[in-house]
Nanobody
Framework: QVQLVESGGGLVQAGGSLRLSCAASGRTFSSYAMSWFRQAPGKEREFVAALSPSGGSTNYADSVKGRFTISRDNAKNTVYLQMNSLKPEDTAVYYC?????????????????WGQGTQVTVSS
């Protein structure tokens, strides 16, 4: 079992930056592949970024490539999402997710553990 708690969301102007954090409980964090998803009002949850347990493999949605960076600190049981050059279309609730696998995945059904979400709002 793992529990995930996101933080770092907020209101930012277009072009600005935010860093989201996801703190995980449990002693086996280093064995989980981690991802960030987001969901805007009236839309389906969509993949943002994923990271392998070692941090050696990453995957990004085309819409965020070059702007967002996913990273992890296994010593702190924490995964991060650095978001730069934010756009109004990045506005959504951002969710952290974990799966017990060495392989990253970009579909919500592949993840068994979810945080409660943190709101990110980008104003134009």
């Amino acid at each position: 079992q793992v529990q995930l708690v996101e933080s770092g969301g907020g209101l930012v102007q277009a072009g600005g930056s935010l860093r989201l954090s996801c703190a995980a409980s449990g002693r086996t964090f280093s064995s989980y592949a981690m991802s960030w998803f987001r969901q805007a009002p009236g839309k389906e949850r969509e993949f943002v970024a994923a990271l392998s347990p070692s941090g050696g493999s990453t995957n990004y949605a085309d819409s965020v490539k070059g702007r967002f960076t996913i990273s992890r600190d296994n010593a702190k049981n924490t995964v991060y999402l650095q978001m730069n050059s934010l756009k109004p279309e990045d506005t959504a609730v951002y969710y952290c997710a974990a799966r017990v696998s060495t392989i990253v995945a970009n579909t919500p059904v592949a993840y068994g553990y979810w945080g409660q979400g943190t709101q990110v709002t980008v104003s134009s």
